[in-house]
């Protein structure tokens, strides 16, 4: 992955580009997750920018359950395209959106 664990404090060794991503062939694959929110939110905190990345996800929380990961990188929310937006962008349209919340995110392929 391209993450390292510090101390519950996971932060990407390298920032990836929205085009590294996409690049057909490369290694990443994509995955889609369906989140729906609980009574605290959705379990999941979102940082970075273009695009942006999973920073922490909570072991008990709907993301965990629906098998989201630390350093996954958002493609879209809600079938927008996020990944020319920063976090505070992305947070605030999962904010403000439905209780149920569609991901699509990219993750380093395991070859």
């Not at 959705?42 to 909570?58: E, L, N, Y």
């Not at 098998?67 to 962008?89: E, P």
Request: aromatic share 8%.
């Amino acid at each position: 992955m391209d993450c390292l664990y510090r101390h519950t404090a996971p932060v990407l060794k390298r920032q990836v580009s929205p085009e590294e991503l996409q690049t057909p062939g490369g290694p990443y694959m994509k995955k889609t997750f369906t989140i729906v929110g609980d009574a605290v939110g959705w379990g999941f905190v979102v940082r970075g920018i273009k695009p942006c990345h999973i920073q922490a996800v909570d072991p008990s929380g709907p993301a965990a359950a629906a098998g989201m990961k630390v350093c996954q990188f958002v493609v879209s929310v809600n079938g927008l395209n996020v990944l020319s937006l920063d976090y505070r962008t992305v947070s605030n349209l999962i904010l403000t959106g439905p209780r149920t919340v569609v991901m699509e995110v990219m993750e380093e392929a395991d070859y």
